[in-house]
């Protein structure tokens, strides 16, 4: 298992994509730069996962948060669940890792999968914890999946963005996302119908470089 480093960017793939061990398996996963560290959720997570998920824009924007620690550790344990299948079977639907701050060396979000379809079209998702706003992890997040994504493989990866959520469009934009149009009153927040916007980066576009 190899370890590919971009030494313009310090991005490091670590124990990342594409090749399987000789025994089948694929190591865990962990990506990193200057700012963040993307590593696999622990049940010692359980607590930051509850307490920061229920922020109301995470709630509005990435769905309930879980009820209970109990309910952080379920989910904690259905994302594992989600990387062993990605580990034996190459398809990382429902795996997620926990964004770190490498400075603090703590969680301060989330960024997952939320599908990787039969035509190697990738859709994430993120989320950071509103002390941890404001300095750039989330592109540097967004950034870091994006390219692995396209390591495994992905001929697209989007993103669907609420067209009021300024702040995640922001991101999108910096991590080098196009804007492709709008889905009309797709999403429901209250109630209420919402815009809800295509975000999306192609592999001949990515500025790190892809599968082509
Ligand atoms: C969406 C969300 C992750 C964006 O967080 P964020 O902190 O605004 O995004 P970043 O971490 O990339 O930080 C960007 C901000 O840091 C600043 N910044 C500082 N240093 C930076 C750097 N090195 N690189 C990029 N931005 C930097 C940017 O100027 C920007 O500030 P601004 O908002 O005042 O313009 C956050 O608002 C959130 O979790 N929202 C709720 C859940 C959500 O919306 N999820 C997305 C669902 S689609």
Request: net charge negative; proline share 6%; charged share 20%.
């Amino acid at each position: 298992m190899g370890v590919s480093e971009n030494p313009d960017s310090a991005v490091v793939f670590d124990g990342r994509a594409g090749e399987p061990e000789p025994g089948g398996a694929r190591s865990p996963v962990s990506l990193s730069d200057d700012a963040v560290v993307l590593r696999h959720w622990s049940s010692s997570d359980a607590v930051f996962m509850a307490e920061a998920w229920r922020d109301p824009a995470i709630e509005r924007y990435n769905g309930p948060a879980p009820a209970s620690l109990l309910d952080a550790i379920t989910v904690i344990e259905r994302i594992e669940q989600s990387w062993r299948t990605f580990e034996v079977e190459g398809d990382p639907t429902g795996a997620a890792f926990a964004i770190v701050d490498a400075d603090l060396g703590q969680p301060v979000g989330m960024c997952g999968v939320d599908q990787w379809s039969s035509t190697h079209v990738a859709q994430f998702g993120y989320w950071l914890a509103p002390g941890a706003r404001g300095r750039g992890l989330a592109t540097c997040a967004a950034t870091l999946m994006t390219g692995w994504l396209f390591e495994l493989g992905a001929a697209r990866v989007f993103l669907t963005i609420e067209s009021e959520n300024a702040a995640s469009a922001a991101v999108a934009l910096r991590a080098g996302f196009t804007c492709e149009g709008t889905l009309r009153a797709h999403g429901v927040w209250n109630g209420q119908r919402k815009d809800v916007d295509v975000y999306a980066v192609l592999p001949h576009e990515w500025p790190l470089g892809g599968n082509r």
